[in-house]
């Protein structure tokens, strides 16, 4: 009995930590939507890109300030095997596939929307992906906290 509900609090304790990252890592993805959207539209509207290679570019820039903020706050208390270089390279792995679910699905939304909603709305779209795919293979280590 005792087991079971010590059993019960770390779960609890997990699912707390869980959340805690998710808010941590949705601010800084908020941040870099902001970086990615920014980098976007100059490309777009300034330099006159065309959007789908101006979404590469903003998306990579975008990925690489993500890893370095998500490293130094939200996934601060994680332990991993992984230094700095050799995380940032399974981050940018994440992020290819990151980058392949924004480009398709900008590329659908663009069928039915202007560049910026469509944008907006593929940000969203790989939000879930690189929370998790981002815990499970680049910061996951032996804490929960």
Request: glycine share 8%; net charge positive; hydrophobic share 55%.
């Amino acid at each position: 009995m005792l087991q079971s509900m010590k059993d019960r609090k770390d779960a609890v304790a997990a699912i707390r930590a869980h959340a805690r990252r998710f808010v941590r890592f949705g601010g800084i993805g908020a941040a870099n939507s902001l970086v990615d959207l920014g980098l976007f539209l100059l490309l777009v509207e300034l330099f006159g890109w065309l959007p789908l290679l101006a979404n590469v570019t903003s998306y990579l820039v975008a990925v690489a300030n993500s890893y370095v903020l998500n490293r130094m706050i939200t996934f601060r208390d994680d332990k991993t095997a992984h230094g700095f270089l050799a995380g940032l390279l399974r981050f940018m792995g994440v992020g290819l596939i990151g980058l392949l679910i924004s480009t398709v699905s900008l590329g659908i939304f663009l069928y039915f929307l202007s560049p910026v909603p469509a944008k907006l709305l593929s940000i969203a779209t790989t939000l879930l992906w690189n929370y998790s795919a981002s815990w499970i293979f680049v910061f996951r280590g032996s804490k929960t906290g």
